[in-house]
């Protein structure tokens, strides 16, 4: 089987028209077509059908599809395993400002010896094992929904950190003298979290932590980033927001950081990963994130209920 024809195929997969595919792999749009056709002519089957807007996958494309993923992988991870000079390990952490960045930056610290390449998708969890099914990346760190093997039985995931939350408000707010407040000591007041993406996993979190508690969190408004939305908070006597413990920000002088607590409601961050990926500086990641987690009691921190299951 021809590589070549198989990377052109998974690209007009994914691209959805024969020249934007081509312009991926650096050739042209007949290339790629007369690539596609050798393919058909090898499995004897048509893999795509032509239609106004490019092309799409017929049902024997979509059988086809994964499985020439899972090739493309392999032969990556076989020419990478004979390389002198090993890449830097890939590892998206969705932000440099949140939690997930600081959990490498950690790693990192007690292992220079291991090259790492920071990726920050914007994208969710799908996003991230999109990533890893491709060889886009080697690691990611997400909140995980539901247990990744249920999508590829070759991916694996550990919990890395639970994040604790804390509240964010101006030193006028009646909250601010507090050392820690108790979730549903909240009620009273609005919570503003703008930019919430609908479907999103943290945005599940969050309507799991409100319905908990009957809490009133608002993610109307534009969201103009951090520091827009901690100065709207310093102005105001009685908003307030979340922030992770991790989350970096460059916090104006008028604002209290207050922990939740009574219980802690954390934010679950995961690590998943390949089980076909043979980086060397993989099985030592997951290894540090491993040992470094360490689960709560039980009690002592709120958890979305499926979450609180798969943390036992």
Same mark, same amino acid.
């Given at each position: 089987?021809?590589?070549?024809?198989?990377?052109?195929?998974?690209?007009?997969?994914?691209?959805?028209?024969?020249?934007?595919?081509?312009?991926?792999?650096?050739?042209?749009?007949?290339?790629?077509?007369?690539?596609?056709?050798?393919?058909?002519?090898?499995?004897?089957?048509?893999?795509?059908?032509?239609?106004?807007?490019?092309?799409?996958?017929?049902?024997?494309?979509?059988?086809?599809?994964?499985?020439?993923?899972?090739?493309?992988?392999?032969?990556?991870?076989?020419?990478?395993?004979?390389?002198?000079?090993?890449?830097?390990?890939?590892?998206?952490?969705?932000?440099?400002?949140?939690?997930?960045?600081?959990?490498?930056?950690?790693?990192?610290?007690?292992?220079?010896?291991?090259?790492?390449?920071?990726?920050?998708?914007?994208?969710?969890?799908?996003?991230?094992?999109?990533?890893?099914?491709?060889? @886009?990346?080697?690691?990611? /760190? +997400?909140?995980?929904?539901? &247990?990744?093997? =249920?999508?590829?039985?070759? %991916?694996?995931?550990?919990?890395?950190?639970?994040?604790?939350?804390?509240?964010?408000?101006?030193?006028?707010?009646?909250?601010?003298?507090?050392?820690?407040?108790?979730?549903?000591?909240?009620?009273?007041?609005?919570?503003?979290?703008?930019?919430?993406?609908?479907?999103?996993?943290?945005?599940?979190?969050?309507?799991?932590?409100?319905?908990?508690?009957?809490?009133?969190?608002?993610?109307?408004?534009?969201?103009?980033?951090?520091?827009?939305?901690?100065?709207?908070?310093?102005?105001?006597?009685?908003?307030?927001?979340?922030?992770?413990?991790?989350?970096?920000?460059?916090?104006?002088?008028?604002?209290?950081?207050?922990?939740?607590?009574?219980?802690?409601?954390?934010?679950?961050?995961?690590?998943?990963?390949?089980?076909?990926?043979?980086?060397?500086?993989?099985? @030592?990641?997951?290894?540090? /994130? +491993?040992?470094?987690?360490? &689960?709560?009691? =039980?009690?002592?921190?709120? %958890?979305?209920?499926?979450?609180?299951?798969?943390?036992?």
């Amino acid at each position: 089987m021809n590589f070549a024809a198989v990377r052109a195929f998974v690209a007009v997969a994914e691209k959805g028209q024969f020249s934007i595919a081509g312009d991926q792999l650096g050739v042209t749009q007949q290339a790629v077509s007369k690539r596609i056709a050798a393919l058909e002519s090898f499995l004897g089957a048509a893999l795509f059908e032509r239609v106004a807007s490019g092309a799409v996958l017929t049902a024997d494309g979509q059988r086809f599809l994964p499985r020439a993923k899972a090739v493309l992988l392999a032969v990556d991870q076989a020419v990478e395993s004979v390389r002198r000079e090993s890449r830097p390990l890939r590892v998206d952490v969705l932000s440099r400002r949140l939690a997930p960045a600081e959990i490498l930056r950690d790693f990192y610290r007690a292992n220079k010896a291991i090259d790492i390449e920071i990726v920050t998708t914007t994208g969710g969890a799908d996003e991230v094992i999109r990533g890893l099914l491709d060889g @886009e990346i080697d690691a990611g /760190l +997400r909140y995980l929904r539901q &247990p990744v093997n =249920r999508i590829d039985p070759q %991916l694996a995931q550990a919990f890395a950190y639970f994040e604790p939350m804390q509240i964010v408000v101006s030193d006028q707010h009646p909250l601010a003298g507090r050392t820690s407040v108790q979730p549903g000591v909240l009620r009273p007041f609005k919570a503003w979290v703008p930019g919430i993406v609908s479907g999103s996993e943290w945005a599940e979190f969050y309507e799991d932590f409100a319905h908990a508690f009957t809490l009133d969190i608002d993610s109307t408004g534009p969201n103009f980033g951090t520091e827009s939305l901690l100065d709207s908070i310093a102005d105001s006597r009685s908003m307030l927001t979340f922030f992770g413990d991790r989350t970096r920000a460059a916090w104006p002088q008028r604002l209290a950081r207050i922990p939740l607590a009574g219980p802690t409601p954390v934010y679950p961050w995961s690590v998943v990963w390949h089980t076909g990926n043979q980086h060397p500086g993989l099985r @030592e990641f997951v290894t540090h /994130l +491993r040992q470094s987690f360490t &689960p709560p009691a =039980r009690g002592e921190v709120w %958890l979305p209920n499926h979450m609180a299951s798969l943390a036992r």
